[in-house]
C-alpha cells in the first residue's frame, strides 16, 4: 500500500502522530478491541443483542491475528498510539454485482467518528484497490444503519442493490454502494 506518509498534528504543546498502514500481527488485540467497540455503537438496537454478542465474540484476537496473517487487507488508522479504526477489503464478493472490487468492513470507534477519518480510510482503501487493478467498488450496509448508509452516499456512493441477511429471529434489509471505474 503506498502511503503520503503520517501526517503528524500539534495542538497545546502535544504532538500526536496520525497514520494509515497495513495491519500486522501483532496488532491484532487493537483491531479486536476496535471492532469490539465500534460493532456494539453501530449495532446496539439493530442486530438483537444475544446476536450482536456471538458476532463480536467470534472476532476476537485469534481471529483477526489469523486473518492478516493469511494476508487478508487490513488497513489501520492510528491516531498515536490508539487504533481508531479499520477497513478490510479485497475482490468484491457477490458475482451478480459487476463491482471490481469490495470494502467488506470499516470502522472506527466512536469518539473518532465524524471528524473526517472514515473518509481517508476509505479513500486508502480504494486507492490500494486501484494499485491492484480493482478500479470499481462496492460496499454493503444494513439500511437502518443510518451512521452507515449517510456515509457512503457522502463520500459519492450510489445504490445499485439490496438484500436481507438474518440475524437470529431478525431479518434486515441491505444495500450495496457502488462508484464506478
Not at 24 to 40: G, M, N, T, Y
Not at 134 to 144: E, G, I, P, R
Amino acid at each position: 500500500m503506498k502511503r503520503a506518509g503520517p501526517i503528524v498534528f500539534t495542538y497545546a504543546m502535544s504532538t500526536v502522530l496520525i497514520e494509515i498502514r497495513r495491519a500486522k500481527p501483532p496488532d491484532a488485540l487493537s483491531v479486536a478491541s476496535a471492532h469490539d467497540e465500534a460493532w456494539r455503537s453501530a449495532y446496539r438496537g439493530i442486530i438483537p443483542g444475544p446476536e450482536l454478542e456471538k458476532l463480536i465474540m467470534r472476532r476476537g484476537p485469534v481471529w483477526w491475528d489469523g486473518a492478516i496473517r493469511k494476508g487478508s487487507r487490513v488497513s489501520l488508522f492510528v491516531f498515536g498510539e490508539t487504533v481508531a479504526g479499520y477497513v478490510n477489503f479485497g475482490r468484491n464478493r457477490a458475482r451478480s454485482l459487476p463491482y471490481d472490487g469490495e470494502v467488506y468492513e470499516l470502522y472506527m470507534r466512536p469518539e473518532f467518528q465524524g471528524l473526517g477519518f472514515g473518509r481517508r480510510l476509505f479513500t486508502a482503501a480504494r486507492r490500494d484497490l486501484a494499485q491492484c487493478g480493482m478500479k470499481s467498488v462496492v460496499v454493503w450496509a444494513l439500511s437502518d444503519n443510518d451512521s452507515a448508509v449517510e456515509f457512503y452516499r457522502a463520500l459519492g456512493g450510489r445504490p445499485v442493490a439490496r438484500s436481507a441477511e438474518t440475524f437470529g429471529p431478525k431479518t434486515l434489509d441491505k444495500i450495496a454502494f457502488a462508484w464506478p471505474a
